[in-house]
């Protein structure tokens, strides 16, 4: 079966389990595409996870979804200088989006990690211990300022300062991929010092991999 695209005030209306029950009946990407981009807020929600290439069936989105949920609750209790979101996967399922300030995570214009923030990437590690079939992300942003170049080497070294960190924290290699969006994914004006402030960020990504859909599937999650 296949669903036609919801109303926005329909997807508010539903909890995250039930989303993914709606999107995993069979609908895909298609719709996906449109949610993740409500969820995600930033629009580029539904780019995020490595497509399997099948839909997923309903009742292994909705399990899914209740793992993603209780998973993003426990990080935002335990994280409190970032900002946890649930957006929806390029699966259409349910994902985690954690995003850092790059203030709370790196000097001035450096790229070697803080205290605090290794203290904040350890409870998110720990956090994926139980979580391990995942594939996890991370996107280095910066703002306008300065040349294309530089931020292109600011923004990938932040975000491979980030990923060395969680593999040195017991997360396997094989799970992350980490690449600089420099200042191309804006989510505030960068003609304000606030708003640039906003678009110096680390978002790390955590979507369900192959095995975590089997789980599901089997009855096994």
Same mark, same amino acid.
């Not at 989105?61 to 929806?88: C, H, R, W, Y």
């Not at 300062?161 to 600089?180: K, W």
């Given at each position: 079966?296949?669903?036609?695209?919801?109303?926005?005030?329909? $997807?508010?209306? $539903? #909890?995250?389990?039930?989303? =993914?029950?709606?999107?995993?009946?069979?609908a895909?990407?298609?719709?996906?595409?449109?949610i993740?981009?409500l969820?995600?807020? =930033?629009?580029?929600?539904? /780019?995020?996870?490595a497509?399997?290439?099948?839909?997923?069936?309903?009742?292994?989105?909705?399990?899914?979804?209740?793992?993603?949920?209780?998973?993003?609750?426990?990080?935002?209790?335990?994280?409190?200088? /970032?900002?946890?979101?649930?957006?929806?996967?390029v699966?259409?399922?349910?994902?985690?989006?954690?995003?850092?300030?790059?203030?709370?995570?790196?000097?001035?214009?450096?790229?070697?990690?803080?205290?605090? /923030?290794?203290?904040?990437?350890?409870?998110?590690?720990?956090?994926m211990?139980? $979580?391990? =079939?995942?594939?996890?992300?991370?996107y280095?942003h910066?703002? #306008?300022?300065?040349?294309?170049?530089?931020?292109?080497?600011?923004?990938?070294?932040? /975000?491979?300062?980030?990923?060395?960190?969680?593999?040195?924290?017991?997360?396997?290699?094989?799970?992350?991929?980490?690449?600089?969006?420099?200042? #191309?994914?804006?989510?505030?004006d960068?003609?304000?010092?606030?708003?640039?402030?906003?678009?110096?960020?680390v978002?790390?990504?955590?979507?369900?991999?192959?095995?975590?859909i089997k789980?599901?599937?089997?009855?096994? $999650?």
């Amino acid at each position: 079966m296949v669903l036609a695209p919801t109303s926005c005030g329909t $997807l508010k209306s $539903l #909890n995250n389990a039930q989303k =993914d029950a709606l999107i995993g009946t069979g609908a895909g990407a298609a719709i996906g595409a449109g949610i993740g981009a409500l969820i995600g807020k =930033d629009g580029k929600g539904a /780019a995020i996870g490595a497509a399997i290439g099948s839909a997923v069936g309903a009742g292994t989105g909705a399990v899914i979804g209740k793992k993603m949920d209780e998973k993003a609750a426990a990080l935002a209790k335990e994280m409190e200088n /970032a900002q946890v979101e649930t957006i929806t996967d390029v699966n259409g399922l349910q994902a985690i989006k954690v995003t850092f300030e790059s203030g709370i995570l790196f000097p001035t214009n450096g790229t070697t990690l803080s205290a605090a /923030a290794k203290n904040q990437l350890a409870t998110f590690a720990t956090q994926m211990k139980d $979580l391990q =079939d995942t594939d996890i992300t991370i996107y280095g942003h910066t703002d #306008n300022t300065g040349s294309a170049s530089v931020n292109e080497r600011i923004s990938l070294q932040r /975000a491979q300062s980030v990923a060395s960190y969680l593999e040195s924290r017991g997360i396997n290699a094989s799970r992350i991929h980490s690449e600089g969006k420099s200042f #191309n994914n804006p989510v505030a004006d960068n003609d304000t010092a606030e708003g640039r402030a906003k678009n110096r960020r680390v978002e790390v990504y955590v979507t369900a991999n192959e095995n975590m859909i089997k789980a599901a599937e089997n009855g096994n $999650l």
